[in-house]
């Protein structure tokens, strides 16, 4: 949400869109940060040239750490050129898995795309891959791509007209307010059978629409139903992403649905006493964000 979201926010969720395949997240990108801490002293770690960490790589510690133990209120980015040309191509499929499976056979490949995205949010499977560098490097990269999606059964392969907007799967499913969004973080190999399993899991309980980015393992999809459906469908959806050696928590829950729905953490993850004993350490009273992090903290 490239008009709303702030640096903090961003930094604090270390959130992470489409392009993500080429360049990485906030944790590859962030070389500094100034934090205010809960006593109301400021802290420094990092700076401005990209080798200076001595000790323990504290901006790590604090991106994605949901604000729970301090306020970011400066950071240092390293900064990459503008690409000269950026464009995309846009596949249709007979199914979400085709695209999946097709995303994954490019992600494996030497091009380096800036994004490979399957989802089926207008009903049709769609694959989307896009290029950025020099015109010559673009070409060579979507006509790859192109020749991939045919070889695992795209129906057709077009140029995208509006970047941006092809680019906005993600965007889009999180953009409805009902439902819950679930995130799945998978090994790449795992993500075409996981969609399969994820439209069983929803059977006709609850509606399901899904984006995968392919490139990346991470699967997020829109479930919509009554609150007991969701909440069922969500611990299976969990508990499927496990079983495929992978993660997953509720990235977003509709108002109305967080009582019934409770812990988008799926309960505490591995190594939860150290992080529990770090919260203390910066906020014994639990007064940042309290109980919005994994395990209650
Ligand atoms: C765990 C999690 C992961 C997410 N991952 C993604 C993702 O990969 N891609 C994506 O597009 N969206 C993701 N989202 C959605 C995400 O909320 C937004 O992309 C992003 O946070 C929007 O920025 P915002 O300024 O609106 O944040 P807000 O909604 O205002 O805040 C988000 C969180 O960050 C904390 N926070 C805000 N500012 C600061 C600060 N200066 N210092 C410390 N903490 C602060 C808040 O307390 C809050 O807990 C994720 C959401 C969550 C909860």
């Known amino acids: 949400h490239r008009e709303r979201a702030t640096v903090g926010g961003l930094m604090a969720t270390n959130a992470s869109g489409p392009r993500r395949a080429k360049y990485g997240t906030l944790r590859d990108l962030v070389i500094g ?5 809960v006593d109301g002293s400021i802290t420094r770690a990092g700076g401005k040239v990209v080798k200076n960490v001595a000790g323990y790589d504290l901006n790590k510690l604090y991106l994605g750490s949901l604000g729970t133990l301090g306020v970011i209120v400066e950071a240092t980015f390293k900064v990459l050129p503008l690409p000269a040309r950026e464009a995309a191509i846009v596949a249709a499929f007979p199914s979400l898995r085709a695209a999946t499976e097709a995303g994954v056979a490019l992600a494996r490949t030497s091009l380096r795309p800036a994004a490979v995205e399957a989802h089926d949010l207008d009903r049709t499977a769609r694959l989307v891959v896009a290029a950025d560098g020099d015109a010559a490097a673009v070409q060579r990269v979507l006509s790859d791509a192109a020749r991939i999606a045919s070889e695992h059964g795209a129906t057709s392969v077009e140029p995208a007209s509006d970047l941006e907007s092809a680019l906005s799967s993600s965007r889009r499913l999180v953009e409805s307010a009902d439902g819950v969004v679930l995130r799945a973080s998978l090994p790449l190999a795992a993500q075409a059978a996981f969609v399969d399993e994820v439209r069983r899991i929803a059977g006709d309980r609850a509606m399901a629409t899904i984006a995968v980015h392919a490139a990346s393992g991470i699967v997020r999809t829109r479930l919509t139903g009554d609150s007991d459906a969701l909440r069922q469908a969500s611990l299976d959806v969990f508990a499927m992403a496990k079983t ?27 190594g939860f006493f150290l992080m529990h004993r770090i919260k203390q350490e910066f906020d014994p009273r639990g007064t940042l964000n309290p109980g919005r992090f994994v395990g209650g903290i």
Request: glycine share 10%; net charge negative; no cysteine.
């Open 33 to 37: 940060t100034r934090v205010a801490l």
């Open 244 to 270: 495929l050696e992978g993660d997953a928590w509720l990235e977003h829950v509709a108002e109305a649905l967080r009582e019934a729905i409770g812990d988008v953490w799926f309960g505490e993850p591995p």
